[in-house]
């Protein structure tokens, strides 16, 4: 069995312990945020007739996600998640070839684990970490109106991040939280009819998030 197949089926055990007898535990938040990746250096095979050393300069973009999760106490917690994400892309190959347009994204699932500080007040700061599993990590590359598309999947990275959360009522919070993320060693190989392959390139993430939680 796989390891994203273990991890979770490990979170819907944990997610369902004691679910009956505390229902009112589980909360669903959705989110959207700032992106912001770091510049990527990849070593890549046969794209545009040539192959070597690529520098992939990334700038800001947006992300967006659903979490589900069930709080044992007032001070943990652990959740699965969904998240989009999305940065514009310059691609150098090998100070030969330029892509000046394209975009790097990814669809990835996660669980986490959270610690709350207060359950008293207001605002509630809270930290955690976690598991990621990419279900797709995708790079376009975009040129005189023609895109070439490389993907990979099926690697584990971590994430961590800190948060609070400000109580509107007992069943609504508003949330900032800062995050970051970490896959690394992927493998892009080219979709459809596009040739070559990407090897060894990261994916690294910054992440301002604001959501809305909702206690039930």
Not at 61 to 82: F, M, P, S
Not at 169 to 183: A, D, K, P, V
Not at 190 to 199: Q, R, S, T
Request: net charge negative; charged share 20%; hydrophobic share 35%.
């Amino acid at each position: 069995m796989k390891i994203e197949k273990l991890i979770v089926m490990a979170a819907l055990g944990a997610l369902c312990t004691n679910a009956v007898a505390a229902e009112d535990r589980w909360f669903v938040r959705p989110y959207a945020g700032l992106s912001q990746m770091s510049d990527l250096s990849s070593v890549f095979t046969d794209i545009d007739s040539i192959s070597g050393t690529t520098d992939i300069d990334l700038s800001g973009g947006v992300t967006a996600g659903l979490g589900i999760g069930y709080r044992y106490n007032k001070h943990l917690a652990v959740e699965l998640g969904w998240e989009y994400r999305s940065n514009d892309s310059e691609v150098n190959l090998a100070d030969t070839s330029v892509f000046t347009d394209g975009n790097y994204a990814s669809n990835i699932f996660y669980i986490n684990g959270h610690y709350n500080f207060s359950n008293s007040g207001k605002w509630q700061p809270y930290v955690g970490a976690g598991l990621s599993w990419a279900q797709e990590i995708d790079l376009d590359l975009e040129r005189n109106g023609v895109e070439q598309s490389y993907s990979g999947d099926g690697e584990i990275g971590f994430q961590i991040f800190t948060g609070v959360n400000y109580e509107l009522n007992n069943n609504w919070y508003l949330q900032t939280e800062f995050r970051y993320g970490s896959i690394s060693d992927i493998d892009l190989s080219g979709e459809a009819n596009d040739p070559g392959n990407f090897k060894s390139i990261d994916y690294q993430t910054n992440t301002l998030q604001f959501g809305l939680v909702y206690n039930f």
